[in-house]
T-cell receptor, first 111, second 112 residues
């Protein structure tokens, strides 16, 4: 079956860099998404990886290694507003393309 | 273009009642998925509809059901409400299954 693992909680300092990891086990990988969710709000799309390598978008970057079943989200120059949960989701043929979601990583930014 | 619209935003119901939630996807999106989220928890998948057919289903009891109309709008219904059904219900639409999901603001259901 499918499984996605992320750390439950991480703490970082304003202005610093943080890396949130996501590992997955699935067959027929079709893409990996990262979403940000502030408390009480809906998740919003951050990034999409389908090929190995790094995708950079401003302060946020996402990396994928399909052979290792591994991705990370890198957040640079952290701001207080980055305090949120970060969700990793995978699409695969063995889930009939249904997105399988990790439980999310709660990121706490301290001044 | 308009985003995903969920109605109502807030709802209070009594145990044993039933409730219907509505989701209007982004124009052109054929896939609509529903999720339940309780405080501090991740997204629990309920079901996905694609072109009016249920394509995928999560591990929820039969009290949870849904449907999709020809205009891609979707509804989910929860019958015989229990206190544990209190949660944020999120709807997400995408062009196709497995594609980038766009979320509505959710319906916050409280069962008393």
């Amino acid at each position: 079956g499918q499984n996605i693992d992320q750390p439950t909680e991480m703490t970082a300092t304003e202005g610093a860099i943080v890396q949130i990891n996501c590992t997955y086990q699935t067959s027929g990988f079709n893409g990996l998404f990262w979403y940000q969710q502030h408390a009480g709000e809906a998740p919003t799309f951050l990034s999409y990886n389908v090929l190995d390598g790094l995708e950079e978008k401003g302060r946020f970057s996402s990396f994928l290694s399909r052979s290792k079943g591994y991705s990370y989200l890198l957040l640079k120059e952290l701001q207080m507003k980055d305090s949120a949960s970060y969700l990793c989701a995978v699409s695969a043929t063995d889930s009939n393309y249904q997105l399988i979601w990790g439980a999310g990583t709660k990121l706490i930014i301290k001044p | 273009k308009a985003g995903v619209t969920q109605t109502p935003r807030y709802l209070i119901k009594t145990r044993g009642q039933q409730v219907t939630l509505s989701c209007s996807p982004i124009s052109g999106h054929r896939s609509v998925s529903w999720y339940q989220q309780t405080p501090g928890q991740g997204l629990q998948f309920l079901f996905e509809y694609f072109s009016e057919t249920q394509r995928n289903k999560g591990n929820f009891p039969g009290r949870f059901s849904g449907r999709q109309f020809s205009n891609s709008r979707s509804e989910m219904n929860v019958s015989t409400l229990e206190l544990g059904d209190s949660a944020l219900y999120l709807c997400a639409s995408s062009l196709d299954s497995g594609g980038r999901a766009f979320f509505g603001q959710g319906t916050r259901l409280t069962v008393v």
